[in-house]
């Protein structure tokens, strides 16, 4: 059974078009969270959710919005796309402060 | 700023060999964990070992331990008897206030195992 799981893997779009990528997990867990890793693989926190709540939002684009209908679901929607949002997207879950469990990741590429 | 720092952007280890990465922090937190995670070209970030920041012992999981030293904020992970598999990027990870996991990655270290 996979823990976290990111649909799709890989994604391909145009500039200025708008996409999403889904996220689910099937821990248990109340917190959810959407990281960005660069081409220099630094990864940073973009948002977090708790019980379906919007608990952490760093300074990230405001055509990035997160949607959680339930606590087991994190999507992320990007509206108007641009070059500079290619990456890989990943979607992790955790009990509180305890250890996050990742998905697998997105790679977003913007032509 | 809460950050992490990974002094050592590349390392490399022949089979068999002990190799250590450094990991330095700093939170405001009292009671936190702090993790290593790994990536493998495979690109999934997976767990390598976690220290519970009130606990005193170092943790171990197997080949893998840290050398954790609260005071000087310091977190390093001792990879014994490397093996081709522990190829990857390894991934500091400290928290950054609150109690909702929100946590800040080192910048990684890229380690190479040679046969």
């Known amino acids: 059974d996979t823990a976290v799981s990111q649909t799709p893997k890989y994604l391909v779009t145009q500039m200025g078009n708008d996409k999403s990528i889904k996220c689910e997990q099937n821990?248990?867990?109340?917190?959810m969270y959407w990281y960005k890793q660069d081409s220099k693989k630094f990864l940073k926190i973009m948002f977090s959710?708790?019980?379906?709540?919007?608990?952490i939002n760093e300074t990230v684009p405001n055509r990035f919005s997160p949607k959680s209908p339930d606590k087991a679901h994190l999507n992320l929607h990007i509206n108007s796309l641009e070059l500079g949002d290619s990456a890989v997207y990943f979607c992790?879950?955790?009990?509180?402060?305890?250890?996050?469990?990742f998905g697998p990741g997105t790679r977003l590429t913007v032509t | 700023a809460q950050t992490v720092t990974q002094s050592q952007p590349e390392m490399s280890v022949q089979e068999a060999e002990t190799v250590t990465l450094s990991c330095t922090y700093d939170t405001s937190e009292n009671n936190y964990y702090l993790f290593w995670y790994k990536q493998p070209p495979s690109r999934q970030m997976i767990l390598v070992i976690r220290?519970?920041?009130?606990?005193?012992q170092n943790a171990t999981e197997n080949r893998f331990s840290v050398n954790f030293q609260k005071a000087a904020k310091s977190f390093s992970l001792k990879i014994s008897d490397s093996q081709l598999g522990d190829t990857a990027m390894y991934f500091c990870a400290s928290p950054r206030g609150t109690s909702y996991g929100k946590l800040t990655f080192g910048q990684g270290t890229i380690l190479t195992v040679h046969p």
């Open positions: 821990l248990g867990h109340d917190t």
């Open positions: 959710y708790n019980n379906k709540e919007l608990i």
């Open positions: 992790a879950s955790s009990q509180k402060a305890g250890q996050q469990y």
């Open positions: 220290q519970e920041a009130y606990k005193q």
